[in-house]
């Protein structure tokens, strides 16, 4: 039970990474704080054991975040653990993407993490110890085309993370987990956009060295080790969790 004790929040928690993330805080022994704008988050916090809370939240809007985390601090006492997970995935270039399209990734994917620490560090450094977590990409790193905004966002996270660690150390700590393709709700979705879903489903599956995706439960286990006392030492760092995803170039091979 590597959480007695702790308070987590999960930022998009109805669904994927985040409700592995809140599945795991809880059979270790959190008490877990369940934001998203999706009510659905309610059916996921009903299912998992303990003392858990919904809060229904618009992480884009700082008002709406401000009186989330009230809530959560009334309900708990505090927070110890925050995991930034809410995302989206728009397309476009530079040129194609507009103002609100980019302002729309922004304040979901970067916006609301700085938001959300916000809110959690004062508690953090008062009980003397915290951890943020800020989920990236592997896109925080190299980036497929047509995806402007959103690895600009995703890249932006990994500044935001040194920061946090640099400035709160040293009880609190900051990493970020930069996932590869995840078998999650936006992925399905942006798979269905597609005029051969199956067909990109496989590729999707054959262009990490390890022939698969990940699931959100393998996320959630490396997000529960950093955010843990055997990770004590770790602050500051991104951390791939990608099948390979990126490790090689295109040419030809030598028998």
């Not at 009880?171 to 597609?194: F, I, K, Y």
């Amino acid at each position: 039970m590597r959480f007695d004790d702790h308070v987590a929040v999960v930022t998009g928690a109805a669904k994927g990474i985040g409700a592995a993330t809140a599945a795991l805080f809880a059979k270790e022994g959190a008490r877990v704080a369940l934001l998203d704008a999706d009510p659905d988050g309610a059916a996921t916090a009903t299912d998992l054991d303990g003392d858990h809370l919904f809060v229904r939240c618009d992480v884009s809007d700082g008002a709406t975040i401000e009186s989330a985390f009230e809530t959560v601090r009334e309900a708990f006492g505090g927070i110890d653990l925050l995991v930034n997970n809410a995302g989206i995935q728009r397309y476009g270039t530079v040129t194609q993407t507009s103002e609100a399209l980019w302002d729309e990734v922004m304040n979901v994917n970067l916006k609301s993490a700085f938001l959300c620490a916000k809110q959690a560090l004062p508690s953090m450094v008062e009980r003397g110890r915290g951890v943020v977590v800020n989920v990236a990409s592997v896109q925080s790193f190299i980036t497929q085309a047509n995806v402007a905004a959103y690895t600009t966002s995703k890249t932006a996270l990994l500044g935001l993370t040194r920061s946090i660690a640099v400035d709160y150390a040293p009880n609190v700590r900051s990493v970020a987990v930069c996932p590869g393709t995840v078998d999650t709700p936006m992925l399905r979705w942006a798979v269905n956009e597609s005029p051969d879903p199956d067909e990109v489903m496989r590729e999707v599956n054959e262009m990490h060295p390890v022939k698969r995706i990940a699931t959100a439960e393998e996320v959630a286990s490396l997000i529960g080790y950093l955010c843990s006392a055997d990770a004590a030492f770790i602050t500051g760092q991104a951390y791939r969790i990608d099948g390979g995803l990126g490790l090689s170039i295109g040419g030809s091979k030598r028998d």
